[in-house]
């Protein structure tokens, strides 16, 4: 009853995310590859797109024992439901993270040099790998998503998409420039002396 943060950051072995590096074993250089497909938990998106709840994400995954811990390579891949940031069509993209990791062993120096948030760490033989992906997607998410690389967004008068717009769309708005042109004009016309009246 006197640890209950570290039991409480123990890795669930029934979570889809969590991996046993028993059958791996520590003898450095020992390789093992996974395949996992896991429905996606709420926070992989970001803004405008991200992975739908419970949409799967496919895991590649490669451990391999190194010294100070296990490393985790591979990629998680993923479809993406969002939409344009300029004129806000729905969109479908995927996403491809590569990942790579070091999970530190409880008795290596890495261990025992770093904080406990800096390094991950194996824990009871086991590797909980969806912070390491979450990271990797999230970083590998477009920032301003795009239906088209040339989307050319909305009016900025009436709100509609030009792709959705004739060429010749426009607004009767009258140019600034000619605005101020036609003032001065007008005050011109008022200020001159009336040569011709006085004839
Ligand atoms: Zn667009
Ligand atoms: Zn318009």
Wanted: hydrophobic content about 35%.
């Amino acid at each position: 009853m006197t640890r209950h943060e570290r039991v409480d950051a123990h890795p669930a072995p029934t979570s889809p995310w969590v991996i046993s590096t028993r059958e791996l074993g520590r003898r450095a250089g020992a390789m093992r590859t996974y395949q996992r497909t896991i429905p996606a938990p709420a926070g992989f998106s970001l803004g405008l797109i991200g992975i739908p709840e419970g949409a799967p994400i496919e895991l590649d995954l490669r451990l391999e024992a190194a010294s100070e811990g296990v490393f985790v390579s591979g990629t998680a891949r993923a479809e993406l439901v969002g939409e344009c940031s300029r004129c806000l069509e729905p969109i479908a993209d995927r996403v491809e993270a590569r990942l790579g990791e070091l999970f530190a062993y409880p008795d290596s120096a890495t261990e025992a040099t770093t904080d406990a948030d800096e390094v991950s760490r194996v824990v009871d033989e086991m590797i909980d790998t969806e912070p390491m992906v979450r990271d990797a997607v999230l970083l590998g998410l477009p920032l301003a998503p795009l239906c088209q690389e040339d989307c050319r967004g909305l009016c900025p008068d009436c709100g509609e998409r030009w792709a959705d717009l004739d060429a010749s769309h426009g607004h009767e708005t009258l140019d600034p420039r000619w605005a101020a042109l036609r003032g001065r004009l007008a005050s011109a016309t008022e200020t001159a002396p009336d040569g011709d009246g006085s004839r």
